[in-house]
Structures are given as structure tokens and as C-alpha cells.
């Protein structure tokens, strides 16, 4: 199985700032890569596919890039609605999830 | 619009079995293939399997092998995951999610609401 190494594992930021999460894989992926939010209680939802196309109707300041094994997610400007735990995927193979990265405000 | 609809929640004793169902609408239900995700309490997604509604073949994740089963049943546009010989560690909420025709799994758009399946002496 290709395992996907996720980091970090939580943060803290204030509304406003920069967020970057990263997600590396144990091999080469290519771009086969997707980022999902989810909020407490609530099932996931697809936010960035390929690695870097935004699903379409997913605000702008969230963006993906990243292509191998090493890849970003960010969001440009957080927001207190952003707050949520955020889940690389890989597809390369079986697909397997990065283990999270919870998104608090500071 | 494009929806997954599960069954209820369900509460097991452990070695039982169980079956969650999830039924599709607003598209054509053998266009997609359909996966399954569980997300224990409090812990992150893992993934189990998927099955091909068109053909009915399915790919499962090693851990799961010899204990779950996937099928579905077209003419209602519902997919079904049993998960048999239940430990207490199976506690976790099941979701389905729709993945893309394609030999690769893909992303998976949308998801279903989740079935808690709660196993418990």
C-alpha cells in the first residue's frame, strides 16, 4: 500500500492568515492526489482534485499543487468557516488517506 | 441533484454481521463506481473497497479481504457493504462515495451522510 505521510497534524492560525498543509506519498503518484475538508459530524467534501484543480463551486482561496511524491494545500486567506480537519488522498494505486490535519482558529 | 442516501444506524454484537445500504440518485447509477469509507471514532478516513455497479466487480483493501462484501442491485440504484465476524474495533461510521469510472479509484463526489454501526456486547 502507498502510504501518505500528512503534516501537521493540527494547527492554530488566526482568521486572516496563510495555512499550508503537506502531504507526502511513499511513492511516486504522479498527480494523483485530492483534498477533502470535513467538518464535525458531517461527511467529507471534496475541495481540490489531480492536486491542483479546485472543485468547481469550492471558494478560490483554497489551492493545491504538488506532483511525485510532495504535495501542498493551502489556503490563502483562512476564514473562521475553514475550521474543519483537511484529508490528503492518494489514487495511484488502492486508494489510501493521509491521516488529517485538524484547522483551529487562533 | 446528485445524492447518497444510507441506511440508519445500527447497533451489533461482535461476530454478527451487518449491512449498510446506499442508494443513489440523480445520475446513472452504473456510470460510477461506488466506494466505502469508515472513519472510527475521533480517527481519520481509511478505505475499504469499491465496487463496479455495471459489472458487479469489486477491489477490496488487504485488511478487509475474506470479511466484507460488496454488491448492488441495479434496478433500485442501491449498493450494498456487508462487514461480517464484527469486532468492537469495527465500531466506526460507514460512509459510500461515488468515484469515477476509471480503473484508478479517483476522488469521490459526493458522499453519503454515514451509517454509525456500533458494535457491542
Known amino acids: 500500500d502507498i502510504q501518505m505521510t500528512q503534516s501537521p497534524s493540527s494547527l492554530s492560525a488566526s482568521v486572516g492568515d496563510r495555512v499550508t498543509i503537506t502531504c507526502q506519498a511513499s511513492?511516486?503518484?504522479?498527480?494523483?492526489l485530492n483534498w477533502y475538508q470535513q467538518k464535525p459530524g458531517k461527511a467529507p467534501k471534496l475541495l481540490i482534485y489531480?492536486?491542483?484543480n479546485l472543485e468547481t463551486g469550492v471558494p478560490s482561496r483554497f489551492s493545491g499543487s504538488g506532483s511525485g511524491t510532495d504535495f501542498t494545500f493551502t489556503i490563502s486567506s483562512l476564514q473562521p468557516e475553514d475550521i474543519a480537519t483537511y484529508y490528503c488522498?492518494?489514487?495511484?494505486?488502492?486508494?489510501?488517506f493521509g491521516g488529517g490535519t485538524k484547522v483551529e482558529i487562533k | 441533484q446528485v445524492q447518497l442516501v444510507q441506511s440508519g444506524a445500527e447497533v451489533k454484537k461482535p461476530g454478527a454481521s451487518v449491512k449498510v445500504s446506499c442508494k443513489a440518485s440523480?445520475?446513472?447509477?452504473?456510470?460510477?463506481?461506488m466506494h466505502w469509507v469508515r472513519q472510527a471514532p475521533g480517527q481519520g478516513l481509511e478505505w475499504m473497497g469499491r465496487?463496479?455497479?455495471?459489472?458487479?466487480?469489486?477491489n477490496y483493501a488487504q485488511k478487509f479481504q475474506g470479511r466484507v462484501t460488496m454488491t448492488r442491485d441495479t434496478s433500485i440504484s442501491t449498493a450494498y457493504m456487508e462487514l461480517s465476524r464484527l469486532r468492537s474495533d469495527d465500531t466506526a461510521v460507514y460512509y459510500c462515495?461515488?468515484?469515477?469510472?476509471?480503473?484508478?479509484?479517483?476522488?469521490?463526489?459526493?458522499w453519503g451522510q454515514g451509517t454509525l454501526v456500533t458494535v457491542s456486547s
Open positions: 465496487i463496479n455497479p455495471n459489472s458487479g466487480g469489486t
Open positions: 462515495a461515488r468515484g469515477p469510472y476509471q480503473p484508478l479509484g479517483g476522488w469521490f463526489d459526493p
Open positions: 511513492q511516486d503518484i504522479s498527480n494523483y
Open positions: 440523480g445520475y446513472t447509477f452504473t456510470g460510477y463506481y
Open positions: 489531480d492536486a491542483s
Open positions: 488522498q492518494q489514487y495511484d494505486n488502492l486508494p489510501t
